[in-house]
């Protein structure tokens, strides 16, 4: 199908949050400027591949038996349901990022599932420990990518997949037992889990944190990805408030601080973050990097 967005559109900075490293198995981008992403679906299992035109459209084409389902949920996916028409830059630096950045909008997969994996095993661990259980799952527990997709894609594991993993094989994967139990949690629930992304906004959200093992901060992961929650922010996370804070202030902030400094933006702060975070700015770094630990090796 051809898809021409009614908006300006930047295809890598939109899909950009749903990708889990440069190995993510589940989002690659090869030499020839296509993006391929896998998904569970309610039909099945699918496979997109993206490819935007100097012109500003879209070709997409899907594989699988969820191959309908992904081509129908294209324009979400890109933003077209994000509406920014009322956000105010109350910062220079979140307007200047706005204007450099004219094609970055808030994407929507419209499926819970297949997110709320990954921010799991995001929980209070490095990103390389969170990336590595990532691929390692995807590789053991989820199906080869459907269609012509680059050699090594994997679709994420279903719930049923979630539920059969053995102990070892977490071990194996490097997810203690608190990640586990809130997947195996979650995945008891996965279909009730979806309406999440029909209710929206601080109602998904509390519908996500009913599961034991889902809290603010992974309710906020999800939300910004599934249904492309523009006030979802990642409270709770180990670089954001610091990320706001020097970007904004010059100095590092905590939750507290985060919370006061993005107030005028309510109810799209997580827009002013995601510009932020789009146009680089990170926190310094004055010491060793956070150690990895191996949970395989406990």
């Not at 490293?21 to 020839?32: F, H, I, T, V, W």
């Not at 146009?279 to 630990?293: C, D, L, Q, V």
């Amino acid at each position: 199908m051809r898809y021409r967005p009614q908006f300006t559109l930047d295809l890598g900075a939109v899909v950009s949050p749903l990708r889990r490293g440069k190995g993510d198995p589940c989002l690659r981008s090869d030499e020839a400027g296509v993006t391929w992403l896998t998904a569970n679906t309610p039909d099945g299992p699918g496979t997109l591949a993206l490819r935007r035109f100097a012109d500003g459209e879209v070709e997409a084409q899907a594989w699988g038996a969820g191959a309908d389902r992904l081509l129908d949920g294209v324009p979400r996916l890109l933003g077209a349901e994000d509406d920014d028409s009322e956000f105010v830059a109350h910062h220079e630096q979140v307007a200047r990022a706005r204007h450099n950045l004219p094609g970055l909008r808030l994407g929507a997969t419209g499926r819970v599932w297949d997110v709320l994996i990954p921010a799991v095993l995001e929980q209070k661990v490095t990103g390389h420990e969170a990336r590595r259980s990532w691929r390692e799952l995807c590789r053991w527990f989820g199906e080869p990518a459907p269609g012509p997709a680059p050699a090594g894609m994997r679709v994420p594991p279903t719930p049923r997949a979630i539920m059969s993993i053995v102990d070892w094989k977490w071990h194996r994967a490097g997810v203690d037992l608190s990640r586990r139990r809130a997947l195996i949690f979650a995945a008891q629930v996965a279909q009730r889990l979806e309406r999440a992304a029909e209710l929206r906004g601080a109602e998904g959200r509390a519908l996500l944190r009913k599961v034991p093992g889902i809290g603010v901060w992974t309710a906020a992961e999800v939300a910004q990805r599934a249904w492309g929650d523009a006030d979802a922010v990642s409270f709770g996370d180990f670089h954001i408030p610091s990320v706001v804070g020097y970007a904004l202030l010059g100095e590092p902030l905590d939750d507290a601080g985060m919370a006061e400094v993005l107030a005028p933006y309510s109810p799209q702060r997580q827009r002013a973050v995601r510009y932020l975070e789009a146009a680089g700015f990170t926190r310094p770094r004055f010491g060793p990097r956070y150690a990895i630990r191996d949970y395989r090796a406990m």
